[in-house]
């Protein structure tokens, strides 16, 4: 084993990383974890700067990359992409409002040591995969590591996140039985990218994976190829199905979410279709996770979000303040894990 | 006397903590001032972060804060709350735009040391008190201390930084005269906090302390009762009078500034009565702390403001940016108490 | 030569240093360019606060200074100006929104160690040279060193990164011939800031200066008299023409930005004359730097843009983009440039 492949790479997709490579990632959170705890130093980015730009709304990734880069002896930029003239795809820039992304990633690829991004939905006019060009944009500009900070494909620190709870909570994961399951939200337009990252991901660990969702759900095909592809070389099964209770049984892992019906979006539609969203979301209100199916778990099982949740919508308060709740832990596990994927990629 | 029962408590009014806790909280204060004079290292709070949620604007506040925790080796995130999921009371969020503080407090708790928050007025719809529920809810939720940067009932760390410059002038604080008074300016709507705070600290320092306003602009219950269960324990005075100039009369020193009058607030009323603020107000337009003011009180005499203020309505350029003015003082003690009231929080 | 004659000043204009003290400043900044290169720690500015007030949108600025307070051990607070109270001129403050420049300038030098301010144009209702009273009534009220980071007249920063470019690659300036010309742009609006710092500083450096311009788009003539002053001092030469092609000949450097023509904006006009200034720029669409210009510079002449530039108006792609062009050092010498200006203002 090399010890270091991930040096100066970019962080777009965990597809990208080999499943040894995300061994690494994982060691090193949990060494940055229990230095956090101990208050053991651990200045491995000292002085160096990570530019987060913002094109949405964040509360645990915004914090969590930026306390880390504290921790880490440097610092973080929030960037509202207003405030530096919104960086902007080919063809796509206005006078004075906005700036070629080749511009903006090669000037800041020379000021500092990283540039983080989150970009989808509305700041790309509610096209999906504009996010993800975006950060391809970045990606092909840049000489310092890009970091998805979450886009309209992809959320792989959440991913990370995710994965690390687990295995504090599992062990080994071959065998272990997770449900990724779409859930109800009055908020129809949730990317996919946590669904899709959690299972790029699992499906590197030999897990039992099975993802419930009604007709209409589907994640997206490259990401299903992507998955079983991984099943096929490191073990584990995986199975669709729109049966959220069947889902459920015996699963070691419920992770209940939202997310949108790719097929009313641009490009597959002229423009966002609202009103479609809501009539496929509507007929399915009983998508929740609750007592009655955690029931249906295992004993042991615990439930996982990745936050902010629509309560009594995607997870009844029972089950998400509850004792089977996980969905903290994994928010502290945004920080460490980040931390490893900065730490690998900047130094 | 017990070196630390500070630590990881909340600070949300002075009246939670004793006279005892506050001289060690301007001990401390004094001694950072001095190193920062002198350039002397004081990483208290090495690596460590505060998160900064405001919902209002703010100067010396967010500067002192932020610059502070940079001196102290650490450091502070500026969080506008429409950028992070606007955090909600339970049953006011939104969805796609807000977020339970229950979530809000329990993620920033597993990622960083501290957490301030500023949220009065308009933030909270115009509802008084509503800015310090969400102070208690924060409070309530997070495992790490939350500090008041000021709502619609407290200043708490002005409050520290008025007294630690008083005490700075005056030396021993028994039996000198501080007058808290009502001063008249074109913004109807200020939060009472300052005065609060003001008198709840100063209370418990044995002055002679004097609270003059035109009828209409009483501080709240609860507070009064509050200084003046200090001043039964801890010795001095508390008057309340209608006559500016009485009250200026032999005062070491004059605090005059304006807040808003609670009868035309909900819940009191339906809605925020603008007109009968201003009508209320406007009858007073002579509040005003003035040269002949000024001339009233001791030759000694110094005058105090939180700032911002408005020139010429609450009081004169001629004493604001006079010998007698030490606002100035004030907005510095801001870092150092705040430095003080953070190391022992949060270590 | 005295060592230090840069402490505590104000950075507005390079015009208010000598040619020995910004030698000095790109010396420091030459070592701290490698120094950071190397890794090699610089901590001349430990735990101290730059405080970045900005009326207008920022890149590189704001981030080469951010990323430059990090890696001199600091930290720079990045303060939108409606977040603070907008500071604001004698007689232009509003109730609730804003607060004297006096205060803010006095309360953040009790609380930090430099102030930088960008402001100009939408900042200042349109009015031309009213972003420099901001600036200067900043530096009036400041007891901490005041830097400009862009208003209506100049940008010294800009004119420091871009002197240290010119001589990274040319060694001796000495004869060497700069061209500093107008370039169309459909925003019409640009400030003449970066033109005016360019020639103030390249005056003092013997180069053969050329300004080109159509009529209509003079520089200011206090800024023309400064410029004629050095090379009177200091040698070279200094020439204006409106034919971009011959001012583009044999040059060595080809500086090619849009800026606006003076004459339509207040104080001049009565209001912004926005058609005045689109129908002056429209009759000169041909002012751009293109190949066949570059062509008829040096073989090894380069060329500069401040960024963010309008490609295919001011300058096409082939230049921009192609091995002439040395923008992204340039971008990248603000951060080494700002590193000095802080280090020497700052301790």
Not at 4 to 33: C, S
Not at 119 to 148: H, L, R, T, Y
Not at 201 to 214: D, I, N, Q, R, T
Request: hydrophobic share 40%; glycine share 6%.
């Amino acid at each position: 084993m090399k010890t270091d492949t991930w040096k100066n790479r970019d962080f777009i997709t965990t597809l990208d990383y080999t499943r040894q490579e995300l061994e690494t990632l994982l060691g090193v959170a949990a060494e940055l974890k229990q230095d956090f705890l101990l208050g053991k130093p651990h200045d491995h980015l000292l002085r160096k700067t990570l530019f987060m730009v913002f094109y949405n709304a964040s509360l645990r990734t915004r914090n969590s990359f930026e306390a880390g880069m504290t921790q880490l002896g440097g610092h973080a930029h929030f960037l509202d992409q207003e405030k530096i003239y919104s960086p902007a795809l080919p063809g796509q820039q206005a006078a004075r409002h906005s700036e070629e992304i080749a511009d903006t990633a090669r000037t800041l690829s020379r000021m500092g040591h990283g540039i983080a991004i989150r970009c989808f939905g509305s700041a790309v006019s509610w096209v999906w995969g504009m996010g993800n060009q975006v950060m391809q944009e970045f990606a092909k500009w840049s000489d310092i590591p890009v970091i998805n900070m979450e886009d309209d494909w992809y959320h792989p620190c959440q991913g990370m996140a995710d994965i690390m709870t687990i295995k504090e909570k599992l062990g080994d994961l071959q065998g272990r039985k997770l449900v990724m399951s779409w859930a109800y939200a009055p908020d129809t337009k949730k990317p996919l990218s946590v669904a899709h990252s959690m299972l790029a991901v699992a499906s590197k660990f030999g897990m039992e994976l099975v993802l419930a969702h009604p007709a209409g759900y589907e994640l997206h095909p490259t990401v299903l190829e992507g998955v079983r592809a991984n099943v096929a070389r490191h073990g584990g099964s995986f199975q669709i199905m729109d049966d959220m209770d069947e889902a459920c049984r015996n699963a070691d892992v419920v992770y209940a979410k939202s997310w949108t019906a790719l097929q009313y979006w641009p490009p597959t539609t002229d423009k966002l279709d609202d009103s479609g969203l809501q009539a496929l979301a509507d007929g399915h209100k009983d998508w929740i996770c609750d007592g009655r199916r955690m029931g249906l778990a295992k004993k042991s099982a615990f439930y996982l979000h990745c936050l902010p949740c629509n309560r009594d919508h995607e997870v009844t308060r029972e089950v998400i303040d509850g004792p089977q709740s996980a969905v903290f832990d994994q928010a502290e596990n945004r920080l460490h894990a980040q931390k490893a994927v900065m730490s690998l990629l900047m130094r």
